[in-house]
């Protein structure tokens, strides 16, 4: 069974740092696509970044470029998104989540990260000004 779930999140002031972990079960995050998406109250879902390693993709959506950066640990079978200079507009429930490696691709070609297929419970990020 494939299971994601999400820790690290808290209340950090702006201008601060979180590392969120995912921690992958049931399936080798290695072998596929891990992206972060978003949910502020009131706003629709935002993909973050994703990394997938088959392909060495990197991607991050313009509003945390220069500032998220994704990495993973093959042996502990998690995933992390190193979140710096945080703005209270980043503050939101982030959320893991896995598929195949072509649909970071996909993002990186796009610009856009469109639902993944298997999702974690989510973990709150909250950034005061």
């Known amino acids: 069974e494939v299971q994601l779930v999400e820790s690290g999140g808290g209340l950090v002031q702006a201008g601060g740092s979180l590392r969120l972990s995912c921690a992958a079960s049931g399936f080798r995050p290695d072998d596929y696509a891990i992206g972060w998406f978003r949910q502020a109250p009131g706003k629709e879902r935002e993909g973050v970044s994703c990394?997938?390693?088959?392909?060495?993709?990197?991607y991050h959506a313009d509003s945390v470029k220069g500032r998220f950066t994704m990495s993973s640990d093959p042996d502990k079978k998690t995933v992390y998104l190193q979140m710096n200079s945080l703005k209270p507009e980043d503050t939101a429930v982030y959320y893991c989540?896995?598929?195949?490696?072509?649909?970071?691709?996909?993002?990186?070609?796009?610009?856009?990260?469109?639902?993944?297929?298997?999702w974690g419970q989510g973990t709150q990020v909250t950034v005061s000004s």
């Open positions: 989540a896995a598929d195949w490696p072509w649909v970071c691709g996909r993002a990186q070609t796009t610009g856009v990260m469109r639902a993944f297929g298997s």
């Open positions: 990394i997938s390693n088959p392909d060495g993709i990197r």
